[in-house]
């Protein structure tokens, strides 16, 4: 009794300062009539010492979904460590999990069950951390570890091997490079590393003696970085050229033996984009006019240095309209008036009236007359 009149007080107590007023709200027909007052017990039986029981009603089989519910309340969420183990069932762990107020690390490992790895571990494949064998490497049925491994593909390292399948390699490299860190040496093939390659981009893993030259195309393509990787039989002509084809950072992680201007010529015949790499280099203005004549817009990708007179001139030769693409300052009134004669009307726009002669004019109306619509009215 004593017992049963301190829980008394705590309920008052609580129901005042919790609750509020009115203490008890009105209930619908259908719902549950003891709602009202189980948030309250709930509150009680998870005040130590524990209490699975109040006044005779089982609150752990009765009042679960309240207690999810109180849960999901701020003032809540950060008490779920008060919660006694004996209140403590899968689905109300399960919602801890979802909503933040647990971390899968604090889970027991005895709670860790098969049901509740599959519904958490989209969520947090970290849960399947939670169920070690002896030797700390996790072990659980293939469909959750499958799910775990297509979130992060790295925890498959932490793996026990006895758990390893051909799916199950595949689907964790497929999501991360890092699958391959630490795999042991007989699930590591050439195919797979060309999977790495290929999908990440990523060198660091993959072993020389199986590193072949599609594996640095590949590894290049995607950055610059992976040069460090690249055996010293692979750094050949063709393959660096192959890489610049689709990224022409790689021309600032050439070999030295690469670093001619016949080597040049033949990256930027291949990726024109490499003229902005190489604009710390003494690059002849011959092969950048010979890059500009291939395509022009390529002036875009251009410094201040490499646009030399000789090359500005030249772009609004090719394409007059082309003179957009040059910077402003760039953009002089003997070049647009270049641009105007060759035939671009709207390059009138760009021009001022004291940059004009009456003799300029007619001959670009003779080009092309729609440059009147492009001059002032009282020109």
Known sequence: MEKHADALLEFRVVSELELGAPTFRRTKRGEDQLAPVAEV????????????????VDLVGRFDGVLIELLDRDQWRNNFHQVPESHRTEALIVHGIRIRAISPSQVDPKDITDSLMRQVVGLYPDIILGR???????IAPLDILLS?????GELLSQIDESCYTEALIDTAIKRSPLALKGLPA??????RCLSIAKLHGHLEYVPQSLMTAEMVIAGLSRSSKNDRFV???????????????????????LPSELKTLSFYRQAIASNPKTLYELRR???????????VDRNVTVVRNLSNSQLTPGVVE????????ALMLLPAEKRTPELTIKALLGGWAFA????????????????????????????????
């Open 186 to 191: 007989r699930f590591v093939t050439a195919e």
């Open 314 to 321: 030249f772009v609004v030769e090719k394409r007059p309209e």
């Open 148 to 152: 775990a491994c297509g979130i992060r």
């Open 132 to 138: 070690a064998n002896s030797n700390g490497f996790s």
């Open 41 to 56: 017990f709930i509150k009680v039986a998870c005040a130590w010492p524990p209490e699975p029981q109040l006044f005779g």
């Open 281 to 291: 280099e003494a690059i002849p203005e011959e092969m950048i006019i010979e890059a």
């Open 348 to 379: 009138a726009l760009l021009l001022k009236r004291e940059n004009c002669s009456p003799e300029l004019l007619l001959d670009a109306v003779r080009q092309d007359y729609k440059c009147c619509h492009c001059c002032p009215r009282n020109w």
């Open 231 to 253: 055996p010293a039989e692979l750094r050949t002509e063709a393959v660096y050229l192959e890489a610049i084809r689709n990224n022409a950072d790689v021309v600032n992680a």
